[in-house]
């Protein structure tokens, strides 16, 4: 999807209230995960040792993507209990399958840290992976009795400045619905080969 459709969207969403602004949000992240996993699942593991444009290889951006949402999930349960800033908001309480909680100090650390976990990694481990947070996060934010609007609105407010210049202050659930979205959308798109006809 092309930056400035994305961005405008969110922009248009952002500003309605918050039970009209569920649908189209989920309809805008069924339509970018669709897009998201047939980039994936069509993904070889040759493709996944190419280099991005950023000097990781593919499969480090997917994997890269699909721990940012595993951190989410994790956040997105914080939110079903009522926590109004989840840890993911300072970048503390990542839990690893083995149960250790890693603190990171900034979004760079994090990413560092996963890129060389994912250096290790098979490609379809990273896929298998991709696949599955990718997958349940849109399972997590497109069920109303889940995150419902009510509980993504009782998080407090976030002031998330846009590429496009515009500053959009708006609950960390939603904000975290939507830089989710962004990451597949737009971040790392064109590593992808994800279409951008809008």
């Not at 599955?132 to 976030?158: G, K, N």
Request: proline residues 5%; hydrophobic residues 40%; glycine residues 8%.
């Amino acid at each position: 999807m092309k930056a400035d459709i994305f961005y405008q969207r969110i922009v248009e969403i952002a500003g309605q209230s918050p039970n009209k602004r569920y649908a189209p949000l989920t309809d805008l992240h069924t339509d970018i995960l669709s897009r998201y996993l047939n980039a994936i699942r069509t993904m070889t593991s040759k493709d996944a040792a190419r280099v991005s444009m950023d000097g990781r290889t593919l499969g480090q951006v997917v994997g890269h993507i699909a721990e940012w949402e595993r951190f989410t999930i994790l956040a997105a349960g914080e939110m079903m209990a009522g926590v109004g800033w989840p840890q993911i908001m300072s970048i503390s309480g990542y839990i690893e399958p083995d149960g250790r909680t890693l603190n990171f100090t900034n979004g760079d650390d994090f990413n560092a840290y996963q890129a060389t976990k994912h250096a290790t990694w098979p490609w379809q481990r990273i896929q298998e992976l991709a696949i599955r947070t990718a997958t349940t996060l849109h399972v997590l934010f497109a069920q109303p009795t889940l995150l419902s609007p009510q509980c993504l609105e009782q998080t407090r407010v976030y002031e998330w400045y846009l590429p496009n210049g515009v500053k959009l202050a708006v609950p960390v659930g939603w904000y975290l619905w939507m830089v989710t979205l962004e990451q597949e959308a737009v971040d790392h798109a064109d590593d992808l080969g994800l279409d951008d006809d809008g």
